[in-house]
């Protein structure tokens, strides 16, 4: 199965921006839908965006729509999610997720693969 990585998070305020990455080892990315999901304190694992395996399809939580972007990097074997006008509320730890499923689903027991977390924390 392919090992999954984040970097890129860290503490910004209310309005900025930060981009993170996930890095992917042991198999390519080609053929796996990628997402972005989110956990914050107390609170249930939540899907954030994902791309489609093709790279013609993109999903986002309507949280986020028009701050967030997903995108992927084939060739580099990377997936970046870039999060512009952070809210407090995106306060969570981001994780990266991997699914070989033929349909895409926003479940989180669809994606197999999983880093380990990158903190993101916006400040008032």
């Known amino acids: 199965q392919v090992q999954l990585v984040e970097s890129g998070g860290g503490l910004v305020q209310a309005g900025g921006s930060l981009r993170l990455s996930c890095a992917a080892s042991?198999?390519?990315?080609?053929?796996?839908?990628m997402g972005w999901f989110r956990q914050a304190p107390g609170k249930e694992r939540e899907f954030v965006a994902a791309?489609?395996?093709?790279?013609?399809?993109?999903y986002y939580v309507d949280s986020v729509k028009g701050r967030f972007t997903i995108s992927r990097d084939n060739a580099k074997n990377t997936v970046s999610l870039q999060m512009n006008s952070l809210k407090p509320e995106d306060t969570a730890v981001y994780y990266c997720a991997a699914s070989t499923y033929s349909v895409f689903s926003r479940d989180p027991r669809r994606f197999a693969s999983w880093g380990q977390g990158t903190q993101v924390t916006v400040s008032s």
């Open positions: 042991g198999r390519t990315i080609s053929n796996y839908h």
């Open positions: 791309t489609h395996w093709n790279g013609a399809t993109t």
